[in-house]
Nanobody, 121 residues
Framework: QVQLVESGGGLVQPGGSLRLSCAASGSIYSINAMRWYRQVPGKQRELVASITSGGTTTYADSVRGRFTIDRDNGKNWVDLQMNSLKREDTAVYYC???????????????WGSGTQVTVSS
């Protein structure tokens, strides 16, 4: 069974930094894109950053220049380094990945359970 597990959330002051990590485990054949989303109550889930298996990255305009997404294909993890955090970055952050399990001929989207990031003084 394939799982995504996030870690690294917490409380940080405005201007501070946090690093989120997401590890994929299970019987995995391959992982394509890996992404970080975030969601605040009452709003739609928002794509924050994504990275392809080849390392091409994209960012939401609101985080570009402050957040960096990185991955290790050999170890099946993806990180999100968040610097210069603002109060409006407060949200639950979710890891997402397009994964092909060994028992399947196609990829599916998998989600972690989320980790809370709170930016407050």
């Amino acid at each position: 069974q394939v799982q995504l597990v996030e870690s690294g959330g917490g409380l940080v002051q405005p201007g501070g930094s946090l690093r989120l990590s997401c590890a994929a485990s299970g019987s995995i054949y391959s992982i394509n894109a890996m992404r970080w989303y975030r969601q605040v109550p009452g709003k739609q889930r928002e794509l924050v950053a994504s990275i392809t298996s080849g390392g091409t990255t994209t960012y939401a305009d609101s985080v570009r220049g402050r957040f960096t997404i990185d991955r290790d294909n050999g170890k099946n993890w993806v990180d999100l380094q968040m610097n210069s955090l603002k109060r409006e970055d407060t949200a639950v952050y979710y890891c997402n990945a397009a994964i092909r399990p060994r028992i399947s001929a196609s990829s599916s989207d998998y989600w972690g359970s989320g980790t809370q990031v709170t930016v407050s003084s």
